[in-house]
C-alpha cells in the first residue's frame, strides 16, 4: 500500500527524520519497502494538480493478518504507538438536513452471516466534477486514478480509514430499498468494468426491490454507478465477512481495493465514521447537501474483548524478563485498555480483530519492545544429532557416482509433457491440476529426460563430453492408485570421459555402453550387491538391441543402455548418449549392511588361458557362468581379455580369450589338479554350449 | 725373450691400451678392451705368462712391472667406465626425456552440484546442534501445508503460497514446515527436527523466482523453549555458514503457524552491512521466517501448550550459494550448464 507522508502527518507528528520513520515502522513489522519522492511536476503529469500537495510516499508491505494496516489512519497509529505519542483524528459529525436518510432508504440484511454491518447515508444535490488538487494528488500518490469528485471521495476516506466505501446514484435504486442478500442462481449482473458477471448462490449481492446492484464488497453495478447526471447519492459503507468476500472475488477473478481490504477484515466499530466523514467531504467539494442521520443496520454489535495475560507466562516464552507495568504500557500505547491484576486484563479495540489470545498480545509486547532486546541462548540438546537413513544412504550413492567421476546435477521436477511423453509410463504420470502453463503441468515419472535434456543444452554451449548423474524424486500413481514419490538415481554419458588424454586412440576413450555398465557395476559392487543379472531391456527411451536392465534377487533395480535414435534426435544430440536409471528403494533394500572379512589367499594363484568359440548370439554371460560352474571350488577369478569374431572363425562364431586363475586358500595347487578342472571345463562347454575349444591339444 | 724385449712389449701394451681406452665410446667397448687385455685369454695376461722365459733374478721385477701395468689399465678402465657411465645415463635420459608441460590425462572429475552441497553444509551444523534430519514428501496433504499450520480457511496468508494442486487434497508442498505436524502427532516431545527440500510455488521463472525453491526447515518443542533460544540458534547457524562476523538481524512478520513470528535476515555477505546493490542498499539479505510455534499448532496435534513450547524457522536454501558464490541468476541451478557447475 502506497500513502504520502504528508496525508500521515495529518495524523501523527513526528521529529524523526523520514528515514528514520521508515526504519521504525519496519522493525515493527509493517516493512517500508520503498520510499518514493513525487515532485508538483510529476503530479500534474500523472493528472494531479501543481497546487496539491507532493513529496515522499511509503510503499508499505503489509502482513495479511494486519487489515487494520490497510490505511493512513493505521499506520499514523501504529507510527504513534512506536514513537509512543498521539495519534489525532478528529470525528466528522456530518450534521444534515431533513428529510433524514431514514425516509429515502429501508435496509434489510436478509445475510447477517455474511453481512455484519450496513449503513446508508444521503448526500442530494451534488454537482460531479473534478476533485481538488489536495484530494487528487492525494489519490496519485496513493496509486490511484481520479475520476470525479464522488467516486475520488469513495476512494480517498477508504485509504484514509480502510473503509471501503460505495456510490450509487440513489435515483437509479428501485424500491428506495437495499437488501444484502445472496445471490439468487444464475442471476447475472454488469459491473462498472463494463463485464458481464455469472453470479453463484454463496456470492453476497447488494440489491434494490428488483435486482443486484454491486457484488458486496467487490464492485458497484454499472445500472447505479454515479455518472454526470447524479443528482442524490447514496453512500455505503458496510461490513461483511472477510472468507465470502475472497471466495467471491477468486471466484470472479476480481481483486479490487475494496475486496483486498474486506478480505483482510475491516474494523466494525468505523463504519459509520467513515461514512460520515465521506458526506462531509461530499458537502464540501461537490456541494451536497447532506441528509439527516445515517441508516445503520447493525444486528449484533461487536464488543471489544477482554484477554486475560500471565507477565510470567510472556516472559518464559521470550526468555526475558520485564515488570507487568511495562507490559501494560506497551500495550496501552497499541490502543488497549489494561487493568494491572495478575493475570493482566487486556481489553483490545475492535480494530484489531487479530488479537484473540493470549499468545498475540506476547507477539505485540515482544514486537514493540523489539526483537532485539530479547537475549541469544542456545537450548540444551536433549539428544546427538542424527541423520536419517535415506539420506545416508542418498550420501552414499552421490559419494560413490562423484568418485566415478560424473558431474551431480539437479533438474526440475515440473517437466515439459514432451520429457514425459517417451518414458513409456504416460498413464502413471502425475499432472497438476492448475499449472502455470499447459507445458509445465507434469511431474517427472524418470530422471533420464532431464539428463538428456542437460545435455543437449550443453552441447548447445560446446560442452560435447559429459557424465552427468542425479538423484532425486520421481513421481508415479502406483497400482495402488496412490502416488509414489520415492528417489531414484540415473546418470548419463556422452563422449570422451578423458580430460587431455592427446596420446591415447580417440576410439578408446569414448563412453559406450560398456562404460556405463562399468559405472553401473562398480555402483553395485560397492554397494555389495553381487548377485546380478543383465537381460535385454524393452525401454522407449533405449536402443532395443544396446540395452539392458539389471535385476538383483528377482527384484528389478533398473536400465541401461544407448539413448534410442529418436529419442537423441528429439534432443539434438549428435552423440550417442549412454544412461542408466537404478531405482533408489530397491538400491537401498538390497545394499549390504554387514560386511564380514574373508581371509586373503596365502598359497600362489595357477593361471590358464582358454580361448572358446561359441555362436555369435551366445551371451558371455551363459559362458562365464558354465566355467564358474564346472571350475570348482578353486575357481577364483574368470576375466575376459578379448572377443573377436572374423577370419579365420566361420561367419556367425566368435571366440572369447579368457583368462582364469585357481587357487585355494588351504594349500597349493598342484598342475593334475588345475588340469582336471579345465577339463571339466571345457567338457562342459562342449557339451552345453556347443563350444570349440581353441589351440586345444 | 731377452729382459728389454719384454718390457717393450709391455711398454707397447699399455700404449695401445691405454690409448684405446681412451678411444672407447661406449661401456660395451670397454667390456671389450677389458677382455682384450685383461681377460683370461687377454694380452697382458699371456705377457705375464712369458715370465717363465725369463731368467730366475728378474722375474720379480717383471713381475711387479706386469701388476703396476695392470693395475695401471684397471684405474684407466674404472676412470673411463666412469666417465662413459655419465655420458651415456645422460644420453639415456635425454632419449627418455618427456614435455612436462604437455597435458594430463586423467577422466574428468565431477563435482557435486552447489545446492546439494550446500544443504550438506546445513546438515552438518544442525547435526552438530543435536537435530535429528528427517525425510519428508513433497506432494503433501492439503491438511498438512496449510491446515495443521494455523492457516484459517480462505486466508489471504495463502497467497503468498500460491499452491500448485494435484487432486483436491494433494499439492506440491509449498514449505518444508510442511513436515512439523506429521511428527508432533505421532512423537513427544522434546523433539529437535530438521527437513530439507524442494518446495514450489506458482510463482512466474525469473532471476529471482521459480516455481521450484528449497527450504531447510528446524523446529525444537521442549518445555522451556524461549525465543531466546531461537535466536541463539539461528545466530550460531548463520555465524557457522556464513563466516564468524556474521550478524543476524529479527523482524517481526506473520506466519501463521508462529507467534511471535519474525523475518529473519543477516548482514550482507558483500557489503558486511555497508549497503551495496546485492541488498539493496539495506545492508541486509533475508534468510527466511521464523517464530515460537503457534498453540492452536499444538493443539490440533494433542500437545498441551502450557507444558510445551516451540521454536521453527524456515530457511530458503537457494538464496544461501547466491550469496556465497554472488550468483546474480537463480535459474543457473536447475539448468545445469556444466560451465557454471565447475565453477561453484
Redesign the interface.
Known amino acids: 500500500m502506497k500513502l504520502s507522508v504528508e496525508w500521515l502527518k495529518e495524523f501523527v507528528g513526528f521529529d524523526c527524520s523520514i528515514d528514520e520513520l521508515a526504519k521504525s515502522l ?4 509493517l ?1 517500508v519497502e520503498d520510499i518514493v519522492t513525487y515532485s508538483p511536476d510529476e503530479l500534474a503529469r500523472l493528472g494531479g494538480g501543481r497546487e496539491g500537495p507532493s513529496g515522499p510516499v511509503f510503499d508499505v508491505k503489509v ?4 487489515g487494520d494496516w490497510l490505511s493512513v489512519i493505521g499506520v499514523a497509529r501504529e507510527a504513534a504507538a512506536i514513537l509512543a505519542t498521539k495519534l489525532t483524528v478528529s470525528e466528522a459529525t456530518a450534521e444534515g438536513a431533513p428529510p433524514p436518510t431514514s425516509s429515502a432508504i429501508e435496509v434489510t440484511i436478509v445475510a447477517p452471516d455474511l453481512c455484519r454491518r450496513y449503513a446508508a447515508g444521503l448526500v442530494r444535490n451534488v454537482t460531479i466534477k473534478e476533485s481538488p488538487d489536495w484530494l487528487r494528488n492525494r489519490l496519485i500518490m496513493a496509486g490511484m486514478r481520479p475520476i470525479n469528485n464522488i467516486v475520488d471521495i469513495t476512494n480517498y476516506v477508504m485509504i484514509e480509514y480502510g473503509q471501503p466505501l460505495h456510490a450509487f446514484d440513489y435515483h437509479l435504486l428501485r424500491g428506495a430499498e437495499i437488501i444484502v442478500r445472496r445471490a439468487a442462481p444464475e442471476e447475472v449482473m454488469a459491473t462498472i468494468d463494463g463485464q458481464q458477471r455469472e453470479l453463484s448462490s454463496d456470492m453476497l449481492m447488494i440489491a434494490d426491490r428488483d435486482r443486484a446492484v454491486a457484488v458486496a464488497g467487490v464492485m458497484g453495478g454499472a445500472d447505479t454507478e454515479v455518472a454526470e447526471t447524479t443528482r442524490d447519492v447514496l453512500i455505503e459503507s458496510a461490513n461483511f465477512d ?2 465470502s468476500i ?2 467471491t472475488s477468486k471466484t470472479l477473478g476480481l481483486t479490487t481495493e475494496s475486496s483486498y481490504r474486506f ?2 477484515a475491516v474494523d466494525p466499530s468505523i463504519t459509520v465514521a467513515a461514512l460520515k466523514r465521506a458526506a462531509e467531504l461530499m458537502r464540501d467539494l461537490a456541494d451536497g447537501e447532506i441528509a439527516e442521520g445515517v441508516v445503520d443496520a447493525y444486528p449484533a454489535e461487536i464488543q471489544p474483548l477482554t484477554i486475560e495475560l500471565r507477565p510470567e507466562r510472556a516472559n ?5 524478563n520485564i515488570e507487568p507495568c511495562e507490559m501494560a504500557q506497551l500495550l496501552q500505547l497499541l490502543g488497549m485498555s489494561v487493568r494491572l491484576n495478575n493475570p493482566l486484563q487486556v481489553t483490545v479495540p475492535t480494530f484489531r480483530s487479530d488479537i484473540t ?1 493470549e ?2 498480545l ?2 505485540e509486547i ?2 514493540l519492545h523489539g ?2 532486546k ?6 540444551e ?8 537413513e ?2 545416508l544412504f542418498e ?1 552414499r550413492l ?1 559419494q560413490l ?2 568418485r ?11 517437466v515439459d509433457s514432451s520429457l514425459v511423453e517417451r518414458t513409456g509410463l504416460a498413464e502413471r504420470v ?7 502453463r499447459e507445458d ?1 503441468s507434469r ?1 517427472r515419472v524418470m530422471l533420464i529426460p532431464g539428463l538428456l535434456e ?1 545435455l543437449s ?2 552441447a548447445a ?1 560446446g ?1 560435447k ?5 542425479e538423484i532425486g ?1 520421481v ?1 508415479h500413481y502406483g497400482r495402488d492408485g496412490l ?1 509414489a ?1 520415492n528417489r531414484s538415481v540415473a546418470g548419463a554419458l556422452i563422449g570422451s ?8 586412440d580417440r576410439s578408446a576413450l569414448e563412453a559406450d555402453f560398456y562404460l556405463c555398465k562399468g559405472v553401473v557395476d562398480a555402483l553395485l559392487d560397492s554397494l555389495e550387491i553381487r548377485e546380478r543379472e543383465y537381460t535385454a531391456a524393452q525401454s522407449p527411451l533405449l536402443h532395443p538391441t544396446r540395452s539392458a536392465v539389471v535385476r538383483s534377487g528377482g527384484a528389478e533395480i533398473g536400465i541401461l543402455g544407448e539413448v534410442e535414435a529418436s529419442v537423441r534426435e528429439s534432443f539434438d544430440l549428435r552423440g550417442r548418449p549412454y544412461v542408466f536409471e537404478l531405482d533408489f528403494e530397491t538400491l537401498r533394500f538390497q545394499a549390504g549392511r554387514r560386511r564380514v572379512y574373508r581371509p586373503v589367499a596365502r598359497y600362489p594363484a595357477i593361471y590358464r588361458d582358454l580361448s572358446v568359440v561359441v555362436d555369435e548370439d551366445r551371451p558371455y554371460a551363459e559362458v562365464r557362468n558354465a566355467i564358474s560352474e564346472a571350475g570348482g571350488e578353486w575357481i577364483e577369478r574368470v576375466e575376459l581379455r578379448e572377443v573377436y569374431t572374423g577370419r579365420p572363425l566361420s561367419p556367425g562364431q566368435k571366440s572369447l580369450l579368457l583368462s582364469l586363475a585357481f587357487r585355494s586358500v588351504e594349500r597349493t595347487l598342484t598342475d593334475q589338479i588345475v588340469n582336471d578342472q579345465m577339463a571339466r571345463i571345457k567338457d562342459r562347454l562342449t557339451a552345453e554350449l556347443s563350444a570349440a575349444i581353441r589351440g586345444a591339444e | 725373450m731377452s729382459e728389454t724385449g719384454v718390457r717393450d712389449s709391455l711398454d707397447e701394451l699399455k700404449t695401445a691400451a691405454k690409448s684405446s681406452i681412451a678411444e672407447a665410446s661406449s661401456l660395451s667397448e670397454l667390456a671389450d678392451i677389458e677382455t682384450t687385455y685383461l681377460g683370461r685369454k687377454g694380452q697382458l695376461t699371456q705377457l705375464l705368462r712369458g715370465v717363465g722365459e725369463l731368467p730366475p733374478e728378474e722375474r720379480p721385477t717383471f713381475g711387479r712391472l706386469v701388476n703396476e701395468a695392470r693395475a695401471g689399465l684397471e684405474q684407466a678402465l674404472a676412470d673411463r667406465r666412469a666417465a662413459l657411465a655419465e655420458t651415456e645415463g645422460a644420453q639415456r635420459l635425454r632419449a627418455e626425456a618427456l614435455d612436462v608441460t604437455l597435458p594430463g590425462r586423467f577422466y574428468t572429475v565431477g563435482r557435486q552440484h552447489p545446492l546439494s552441497a550446500t544443504m550438506d553444509r546445513i546438515k552438518r551444523i544442525f547435526l552438530g546442534l543435536g537435530y535429528e534430519i528427517v525425510d519428508s514428501p513433497e506432494i503433501e496433504r492439503y491438511h498438512y501445508n496449510f491446515e495443521s499450520l494455523n492457516y484459517p480457511e480462505e486466508h489471504p496468508a495463502m497467497d503468498e503460497q500460491m499452491s500448485f494442486y494435484v487432486t483436491d487434497d494433494l499439492l506440491l508442498r509449498t514449505q518444508t514446515t510442511a513436515v512439523q505436524a506429521r511428527i508432533m502427532e505421532s512423537r513427544q516431545p522434546p523433539l529437535r527436527i530438521c527437513t530439507m527440500g524442494r518446495c514450489y510455488r506458482s510463482d512466474e521463472v525469473d532471476a529471482t523466482h521459480s516455481h521450484t525453491f528449497h527450504q531447510v526447515d528446524c523446529f525444537a518443542v521442549d518445555e522451556d523453549i524461549t525465543f531466546a533460544d531461537l535466536k541463539g540458534t539461528l545466530y550460531n547457524f548463520a555465524r557457522e555458514m556464513f563466516g564468524p562476523d556474521t550478524q543476524v538481524r529479527f523482524r517481526p512478520d506473520y506466519f501463521p503457524f508462529v507467534e511471535p513470528g519474525a523475518e529473519v535476515a543477516i548482514t550482507c555477505v558483500i557489503c558486511g552491512g555497508e549497503g551495496c546493490g546485492v541488498c539493496k542498499s539495506t545492508g541486509w539479505l533475508e534468510l527466511g521466517g521464523a517464530g515460537m510455534i503457534h498453540p492452536n499448532v499444538f493443539r490440533q496435534v494433542g500437545i498441551d501448550p502450557e507444558q510445551y513450547s516451540g521454536f521453527a524457522f524456515g530457511l530458503g536454501i537457494d538464496r544461501m550459494p547466491m550469496m556465497m558464490y554472488r550468483i546474480d541468476d537463480l535459474r543457473l541451478f536447475l539448468e545445469n550448464d556444466i560451465r557454471f557447475l565447475r565453477q561453484v
Open positions: 519496519t522493525m515493527a513489522g516493512e502482513t495479511p493478518n494486519r472477510p472468507v475472497r471466495r478480505e483482510r518464559k516464552l521470550l526468555g526475558w489470545e499468545i498475540d506476547i507477539e515482544a514486537r526483537f532485539d530479547i537475549e541469544t541462548t542456545l537450548p540438546s536433549p539428544s546427538q544429532g542424527r541423520e536419517c535415506v539420506n550420501d552421490r557416482l562423484l566415478c567421476g560424473a558431474q551431480e546435477v539437479m533438474t526440475h521436477s515440473i502425475v499432472h497438476i491440476r492448475n499449472p502455470l509445465l511431474l542437460t543444452r550443453n554451449f560442452a563430453d559429459l557424465a552427468i548423474f524424486r513421481y502416488i514419490q570421459q578423458w580430460a587431455g588424454a592427446w596420446n591415447l
